[in-house]
């Protein structure tokens, strides 16, 4: 085994914990091997204008880190699994993920829970599945789309320019700042981004020493999980711009995957729940995929594609 790895992160405050919770795992499990870090901004990063929902559907996050693996400059990348596309490009593999975080979106305020904003609050949000889901409890409330990193967000929160700003509760549980949560949404009616709250090691797949050293840090229950709910992304529609959500659960060999697909123009939502075994991760998500196509969920997966023509 090498003596040496360099970890590969975007630059924000939050990506670099989330690498740094890597690399101090890496060094406990492997004393005698050197772990660097390397800074990489990315495309998403450099460019505010664009909305979220582009940027992980287009991959902007992980671009860049990609391109620093397949060239060597880094040997494996930490993600936020939800900004990694479902196909992965030649010669990279994702090799394992750590422990998933509490996967529920929070809402900030100064004080007001969700059901406590008066008619006409505006919350902060560049994402559709949470503007959708957002119609669905407060429809008398207003989305707006806010970029920046998660500090910029809530600062704009404290002065006044929003109400509220919906964010992951991962994020914030990483950098400490739980005790700014003003509540937690329930995944019963706010389903979660596919992937969220794991994070994600990405090597070249011919790399045996970065692949090992990452799958030392593979947590089944969770890699089972997100198996899951990518195949269920990638049977509904991939890379598409509709508003799709799916979170999984692991009970011993049990597994539960819960998915939505919702229309941006109604806010009309579809769900359903599939169950089976971990074993059959992969083919619960394709299965819950086809019995929400086959209820209409196609139908706004297209309208949504046209919109964003």
């Not at 204008?49 to 992980?56: A, F, G, H, P, Y």
């Not at 669905?136 to 409330?141: A, E, I």
């Not at 593979?218 to 990518?230: D, F, G, K, M, V």
Request: proline share 3%.
């Amino acid at each position: 085994m090498s003596k040496s790895i360099v970890a590969g992160s975007r630059g924000s405050k939050l990506a670099l914990a989330q690498t740094q919770i890597v690399t101090e795992r890496i060094r406990a499990l492997f004393s005698d091997v050197d772990v660097r870090l390397v800074e990489i901004v990315t495309h998403g990063d450099r460019d505010q204008s664009i909305k979220l929902d582009v940027l992980e559907r287009d991959g902007v996050f992980v671009r860049e880190l990609e391109e620093g693996l397949l060239d060597g400059r880094i040997d494996m990348a930490v993600h936020s699994l939800k900004d990694v596309p479902t196909k992965i490009p030649a010669g990279l593999t994702l090799a394992s993920v750590l422990e998933r975080e509490d996967p529920r979106d929070v809402l900030i305020t100064r004080g007001e829970k969700l059901a406590g904003l008066k008619p006409g609050a505006k919350i902060g949000t560049s994402s559709l599945r949470r503007t959708v889901q957002l119609a669905n409890m407060r429809p008398d409330v207003v989305t707006v789309a806010i970029r920046g990193n998660v500090d910029t967000r809530m600062r704009k929160v404290a002065d006044g320019e929003f109400d509220g700003v919906v964010l992951a509760a991962a994020g914030l549980v990483r950098l400490g700042w739980q005790d700014r949560i003003t509540e937690y949404l329930p995944v019963e009616q706010f389903v979660p981004a596919v992937g969220q709250a794991a994070l994600v090691i990405e090597t070249r797949s011919d790399d045996e020493n970065a692949r090992e050293i990452a799958t030392r840090l593979n947590h089944l229950p969770t890699w089972w999980s997100i198996t899951a709910e990518r195949a269920f992304l990638w049977a509904v529609g991939g890379g598409c711009s509709a508003p799709i959500a799916a979170l999984a659960n692991v009970c011993g060999d049990s597994l539960s995957l819960d998915g939505m697909v919702a229309s941006v123009r109604t806010r009309r939502i579809l769900r359903a729940v599939e169950t089976g075994t971990v074993n059959e991760a992969g083919e619960i998500g394709r299965r819950l995929a086809r019995r929400l196509l086959a209820t209409g969920a196609g139908e706004f997966i297209a309208e949504a594609e046209g919109a964003a023509e």
